[in-house]
């Protein structure tokens, strides 16, 4: 390479090349084949071609791909007992398939055009006169690959960290882990129950899990009445789902995800054994609305938002009007 770009600079020239990036250890499942503004090749490749003197990108080997037979292309999958997850002997593909990481390196390449500034100059036209001229030599660099290779790093480093947290929620992550057994009962504890229906309240919600205050402990609190009934106030400590049956079809709304709202199914009839504040185990069946409380707020002590159960399209559109609320400081 060096001695490319000692040549054309004898040469008065200058001489472009290729970059490659990879990116080690990323976790599959980022990216989106749903939306074609979301896939993660296209936001990768739309990155790197932003960056100055670059003419095309590619994926994995997408260039010789193109030339090459279907048997010839495609990574062949195997299952790696020892290291317990699904692996491909060839990374052709780049880490991405449909748009989503497969946990193989992504791998990127930024093909550069030489520079336009020449020391041998070449010709061109003078916008007075319109007649022929050469063209004006300025300062300039015989080879930009070793720069842009670096840009290159710090925009792929961009897209996978955004995929990252759109993917796992950005500072909202506990509410996508399962939450950890209580195993304490003191004073302490009661008052967060206690803080937690009073944050219920004034949100006008009718259920309130640990998790959505950045607690990460099986907690929740229900009151369907919305404060109006004193005994229908419900904590539910480690609590567990023991029986369900039937299926009721409704709307379902979550202060963690204020202003949208969506159609989920859920069990008509479910009967729950949980504790209390005090750490007294005890049964109750709910249903109807307390029993899709019963069903919500059990989710969201595994992890899991109401919007995971709405079909695919409905889920991206409401990420995409979210996505959106947050450009404009709404969210």
């Known amino acids: 390479m ?10 008065g020239d200058s001489v472009g090349g290729i970059f490659e990036v990879v990116a080690h250890n990323v976790v599959p499942g980022l990216g989106n084949h749903a ?4 896939k993660l090749d296209g936001l990768l490749a739309r990155a790197v071609m932003s960056i100055q003197a670059v003419k095309g990108v590619e994926i994995g080997s997408g260039v010789s791909n193109a030339t090459s037979y279907g048997s010839e292309v495609q990574d062949e999958i195997r299952y790696d007992a020892a290291a317990r997850r699904f692996q491909r002997p060839t990374n052709r593909a780049g880490g991405l398939e449909g748009g989503i990481t497969n946990g193989e390196d992504v791998v990127v390449r930024g093909y550069l055009k030489p520079i336009s500034t020449l020391r041998r100059a070449m010709e061109t036209a003078d916008l007075k006169t319109k007649t022929p001229v050469k063209a004006a030599y300025e300062r300039s660099d015989i080879c930009v690959v070793p720069a842009a290779g670096v840009a290159g790093e710090a925009m792929t480093a961009l ?3 955004g995929a990252f947290l759109q993917k796992f929620g950005g500072d909202s992550i506990v509410l996508t882990r399962p939450a950890t057994r209580v195993t ?8 967060l129950c206690a803080d937690m229906f009073e944050s219920m309240y004034a949100a006008q919600g009718v259920g309130l899990a640990a998790p959505q ?3 990460s402990v099986r907690l929740a609190v229900i009151d369907v009445t919305v404060g109006k009934n004193p005994e229908a106030k419900l904590v539910l400590v480690n609590p567990e789902i023991i029986h369900a049956e039937g299926e009721h079809r409704d709307e379902e709304g979550c202060l963690s995800v204020p202003g949208f709202r969506g159609a989920v199914i859920r069990p008509q009839f479910v009967t729950v054994r949980a504790q209390n504040a005090k750490g007294e185990t005890y049964e109750m069946r709910g249903e109807g609305l307390l029993g899709r409380a019963f069903c919500h707020e059990i989710d969201h002590l595994n992890g899991v938002l109401f919007i995971q159960h709405l079909s695919l399209i409905k889920r991206d559109l409401i990420k995409r009007k979210i996505r959106k609320l947050s ?3 709404e969210w």
């Open 2 to 11: 060096k001695a490319e770009v000692d040549q054309a600079l004898r040469a």
């Open 213 to 215: 205050i950045g607690k």
């Open 35 to 38: 939306q074609w503004d979301e």
């Open 159 to 161: 897209v996978l960290a």
């Open 184 to 191: 304490k009962f003191d004073a302490d504890f009661e008052t």
């Open 327 to 329: 450009k404009r400081g």
